[in-house]
């Protein structure tokens, strides 16, 4: 009997194209279907807050505290803003400013009382004015701090 001679080289095909064409369709195909069925997010009217005009009027009206103390440290609300040495408060009027802007829109009233130290330089209390009259605010009081004895 004899023998069948086999190669080695024989039973291998090589690289076959078919199979990956195949599998690519399979691959596509499934994406595909894949991309039907994903939701579309959609865009959500929302508004951030912030200053918008209001149709009607606010009834309460917020009362600002600025200090003025007899160093001519300038406080607003028991925050304090500058230096005891400026004279045009650019921080005061900066804050100030936005506070009228805030109270237009909502249409509500800015109300600020000047307390003053009674030995405070009277040219602290002229530099506060300077600072509500740039920012526009009208509606201003006076008083002195009460002593302790």
Request: glycine share 4%; no cysteine.
């Amino acid at each position: 009997m004899r023998r069948l001679e086999t190669n080695v080289n024989e039973g291998s095909l090589g690289f076959q194209i078919a199979p990956m064409i195949d599998v690519v369709f399979v691959i596509m195909l499934f994406f595909m279907l894949m991309a039907g069925s994903v939701k579309v997010e959609k865009e959500l009217n929302s508004k951030l807050p912030g200053t918008t005009p209001s149709k009607t009027s606010v009834d309460f009206v917020d009362e600002q505290i600025i200090g003025i103390s007899t160093q001519g440290d300038i406080t607003l609300n028991d925050q304090t803003y500058d230096s005891p040495t400026s004279t045009s408060l650019p921080q005061l009027k900066a804050t100030l400013m936005r506070l009228k802007e805030t109270s237009d829109a909502a249409k509500s009233t800015v109300l600020v009382t000047i307390i003053s130290d009674p030995q405070a330089k009277y040219s602290r209390t002229v530099n506060v004015l300077d600072a509500l009259a740039a920012a526009g605010i009208a509606n201003v009081t006076f008083t002195v701090s009460e002593e302790d004895e």
